[in-house]
């Protein structure tokens, strides 16, 4: 056990919004119950993500916050530095979760995770946590960190269902966090989900939360106006297993991230 205990579904805050656009989201998510929020160095939007907590009626001892060392700042100097610079953007002592964005660019096993392990020691980081590896270099990661892993996160949506990554995870004893687990809205009208949201009268981005929710996956939605609401709600809904099991049986697959930026996780 690694300590960490994340909310059913989080909030995820990459996207092309205006400054004052991200504060009023993060502000009202939290006000409407997320407890969870993701951000990045590479979203430059780390200020705006802090002003937003800092906005909202939510005490930020209560927020698991969640950020990003970028994949070229991984070497271990950079690791310091734009960590604490990712501190003071987001006007906080500590972050509860900080990743390794990408296993890419300036990643160097040996040398970017005692960096990792020295801001755990010295408690500017509670949680140690990965992003976009494979099971081979979870385990290369795992050989070298004193620290526990405690969440990988990964694009998983039931068009990609990461049932290895799933598996490790539960093996390992860490949390599998969902990004894109709406597949940025590409995946919302296909015919399978449409009819379980209709059977549910739900719509089929909360059938997408509702199916990870049920697979113990953390899925971490984007969202701005009324969607906030609406994804939250599917921490109420709940899919029986003729439902899980037509899911579950989709065979397309479809990833919506795929930058060139190194080695990740393919199915
Ligand atoms: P996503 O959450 O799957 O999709 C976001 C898109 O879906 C937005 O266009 C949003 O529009 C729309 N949407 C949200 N709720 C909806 C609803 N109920 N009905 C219809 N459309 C809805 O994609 P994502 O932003 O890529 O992933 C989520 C988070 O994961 C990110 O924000 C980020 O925090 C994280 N992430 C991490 C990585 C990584 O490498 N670790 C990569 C990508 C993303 P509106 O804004 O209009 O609501």
């Known amino acids: 056990m690694t300590g960490l205990e994340l909310p059913p579904i989080g909030y995820g805050t990459s996207g092309d919004e205006t400054d004052a656009v991200w504060t009023d989201s993060v502000a009202a998510a939290l006000d409407a119950g997320y407890r969870h929020v993701d951000t990045a160095q590479m979203y430059e939007n780390e200020a705006q993500v802090g002003a937003g907590i800092r906005q909202s009626s939510v005490d930020r001892s209560e927020v698991v916050l969640a950020t990003k060392v970028h994949p070229t700042n991984l070497a271990p100097d950079d690791v310091r530095r734009t960590t604490r610079e990712s501190l003071d953007r987001l006007g906080v002592d500590s972050v509860d979760m900080l990743y390794v964005h990408w296993p890419a660019r300036a990643y160097d096993p040996e040398t970017t995770l005692p960096a990792f392990d020295a801001l755990h020691d010295e408690g500017l980081v509670d949680h140690v946590c990965l992003s976009n590896f494979t099971p081979a270099l979870l385990d290369e990661a795992r050989s070298i960190l004193d620290a526990p892993v405690a969440a990988h996160q990964v694009e998983c949506h039931p068009l990609l269902p990461q049932r290895e990554l799933r598996a490790y995870a539960e093996q390992h004893g860490h949390r599998l966090v969902a990004y894109s687990p709406l597949g940025r809205g590409q995946i919302l009208d296909h015919p399978v989900l449409a009819e379980v949201a209709a059977k549910h009268d739900v719509s089929t981005a909360q059938v997408c939360l509702a199916w990870a929710v049920a697979h113990d996956i953390v ?11 609406e994804n939250l709600a599917a921490t109420s809904l709940s899919l029986d297993t003729a439902d899980l099991a037509a899911i579950d049986s989709i065979e ?10 190194g080695p990740w996780n393919r199915e």
Not at 252 to 261: A, F, G, H, L, T
């Open 219 to 229: 899925p971490i939605p984007k969202a701005t106006g009324t969607h906030i609401t």
């Open 252 to 261: 397309e697959r479809q990833r919506v991230i795929d930058p060139d930026i």
